[in-house]
């Protein structure tokens, strides 16, 4: 990728960009590279593989945890235009958790090493506010996935992922009870369980391959 393509990509992400001098944006176009992930793929995996900052150009991206016995559950997902900076949680010295971060479509993206990023972090006060925001955006949304799981029921829970890809991406909705029950930190039967109480109420229609909502009104009823 030539120089001024990536500086014009990089941009539509950092809003900061007219701030930085010449020499800055040399080290950042140096150390940053375009990539690209399969459906499934792993990015970050706990500890290991740390990439750095990840500007998601184009795709899904997940961000969850995993217990001991395998159990997996979602923390937020990063989509076109939002920028994965757990993806460089081995430089983060506040974040003492391990994050997997997996592709959920096939992802387009740039990434700025970790080590550029800590640099960076570490001596350049306009990056140093911007990673600080970016850990308060997704520590927010860590504490509304907590709370879902700790005080909802999962009725609830389920009802608002469907009302939230309803409103996103339509009636239709792809995921398999497999994968909802990864993103809800469940057990696909339950998932499955509760989908068929919700085509029994008439709420949504269930096939082997997708979800479509008929009563968005009774959906949204049961986020409440």
Known sequence: MEKQEKINQLKKFIDFWDKLDEKTIDYI?????????EAGEIL??????????????????RV??????GKEVTLYREEAGDICVLAASCVLSEITFDVHIESITNT??????????ANLIENNIY?????????????????W?????????????????LYDELVKNGPIITYSHLEIAKYLGSAREVVSRMLKYFEKEGIISVSRKEI?????????EHTK
């Open 29 to 37: 176009c140096d150390n940053t590279y375009e990539t690209e992930y």
């Open 44 to 61: 970050h995996n706990g500890d290991c593989n740390c990439l750095g900052i990840v500007f998601v150009k184009s795709g899904i991206l």
């Open 212 to 220: 479509e909502i008929l009563d968005k009104k009774k959906l949204f």
């Open 108 to 117: 387009d993206a740039l990434i700025l090493t970790a080590g550029a990023s």
């Open 64 to 69: 969850y945890i995993m217990s001991e016995e």
């Open 127 to 143: 990056f140093e506010n911007f990673q600080n925001k970016l850990k308060a955006q997704r520590m927010s949304d860590i504490m």
């Open 145 to 161: 996935t907590m709370q879902q799981i700790l005080f909802y029921s999962f009725d609830k829970r389920l009802a608002i992922f």
